[in-house]
């Protein structure tokens, strides 16, 4: 009888099976396997609000799908979202977008993945600062291109200009940016932004600056985008945005992309002949995100302001662990160099053993580049943070 080659070995293409699985996905993983075993779980792993998706856009969701707002939709979305994305920019930063540089994407990743196929060539390189947001590599490696990483430790994880320089070579095409940054909530001053940005149009290096935590800051950092930086230099620029974490919407898949025309007129053909359009259902409720009332976002703000002070605190008082203040998004990122030993010798190991000791999830910094570090999100409420905190302490005192 004739035989069959086994499935178990799918021959995927040499750049997938370069790719990594995503981290923060195996962290939420973990959590969702404990809590259907029925462990009284404390979750610090999400990358997602903990809040419900505010009320007003939820009914626009209704509105549309009730009028049979519910077929395909130009490739780049609908003009009302198109139109209410350029306002959003023009009030907010006084850039003037134009129709034909904006374009729905599902989520933000998408976004930068359009974004980053349509440019790199196998062989490129493309700068990526540390800590990264575990997709920026991975999307790099599937167009064939060498992920380069830049180390930023010695300025609290703050990118420089100086540090870019260096790593440039005469392979470089690409600069992914992400402030406020996942995972180290770190934020990049404006100016420091501009004179990055002004290298990279120098040597002609083309950015991606991910905005996806655009509107979470803390005082006294201001909300800055790319957008209001100079028309010269936005030639080289596509800016990536969601409305995953601002109005609390990860599941409805909606995001965008601002970059100039041709960019977007390569992205498009991207989508066309594969997603087409971003959820028709999500782009209506996008547009009422964007113009209806905005009160939901400062109650979130304020909501995250409390827990990092309050985490913050909490976090530094455990003996071996130094945390950097987050300026933005909703995660800290201690260094637990201080909390390893000759059985937890890695932040892997640390993460794993909390998990298993103290049913607590956290994200191993190693995922994005950062070996030693902990991911820890706030975007869960306080009693869970307060009860978290508690498990990791008496984790510490245990093994130190
Ligand atoms: C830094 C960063 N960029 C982009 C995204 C993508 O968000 P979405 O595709 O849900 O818009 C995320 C989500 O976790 C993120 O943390």
Redesign the pocket.
């Known amino acids: 009888m004739k035989t069959w080659p086994a499935t178990s070995s799918f021959p995927v293409s040499e750049n997938v099976a370069r790719m990594q699985s995503s981290a923060?996905m195996a962290a939420m993983q973990a959590a969702q396997a404990l809590r259907a075993s029925g462990a009284n779980v404390c979750d610090f792993g999400a990358?997602?609000p903990d809040f419900d998706t505010p009320d007003n856009i939820k009914q626009a969701a209704a509105k549309a799908m009730h009028a049979g707002r519910t077929k395909y939709t130009a490739n780049a979305g609908i003009r009302e979202l198109q139109r209410a994305i350029i306002d959003f920019y023009r009030t907010q930063f006084g850039t003037e977008y134009e129709p034909n540089e904006v374009m729905a994407t599902a989520?933000?990743?998408?976004a930068?993945f359009n974004a980053v196929v349509t440019f790199l060539n196998p062989g490129d390189e493309a700068l990526i600062p540390k800590p990264y947001?575990v997709?920026f590599p991975e999307i790099a490696v599937f167009a064939g291109a060498k992920p380069v990483f830049i180390e930023t430790e010695e300025t609290n994880f703050v990118l420089t200009v100086d540090q870019v320089e260096r790593a440039i070579t005469p392979r470089t095409r690409l600069l992914i940016l992400?402030s406020p940054?996942?995972p180290s909530g770190r934020v990049l001053p404006p100016a420091q932004f501009r004179r990055i940005m002004e290298l990279a149009v120098e040597r002609g290096i083309y950015v991606v600056s991910?905005e996806?935590?655009l509107r979470f800051v803390y005082p006294p950092c201001e909300v800055f985008s790319a957008a209001s930086l100079p028309s010269e230099l936005r030639s080289h620029l596509c800016i990536?945005g969601?409305?995953?974490?601002t109005y609390a919407m990860?599941g409805w898949?909606v995001?965008y992309a601002l970059a100039p025309a041709a960019w977007i007129n390569a992205m498009l053909k991207v989508q066309g002949h594969s997603t087409s359009n971003a959820n028709s259902i999500a782009q209506w409720a996008a547009v009422e995100a964007l113009t209806g009332p905005q009160e939901s976002v400062g109650l979130m703000l304020a909501e995250y302001t409390k827990r990092r002070a309050w985490l913050l605190n909490a976090l530094r008082e455990i003996p071996g662990m130094r945390c950097t203040e987050p300026e933005g998004a909703f995660y800290a990122f201690p260094d637990v160099r201080g909390c390893l030993n000759k059985r937890l010798k890695t932040s892997g190991d640390f993460a794993q053993r909390l998990l298993e000791e103290e049913q607590t999830v956290v994200t191993d910094g190693a995922g994005f580049g950062a070996e030693g570090f902990l991911r820890i999100s706030y975007a869960t409420s306080m009693e869970q943070i307060q009860e978290g905190i508690e498990r990791i302490k008496r984790f510490t005192q245990r093994h130190f």
């Open positions: 923060t990358g997602e989520g933000g990743k998408q930068i947001w997709t992400n940054s996942n991910d996806c935590y990536a969601s409305f995953s974490k990860t898949r995001g």
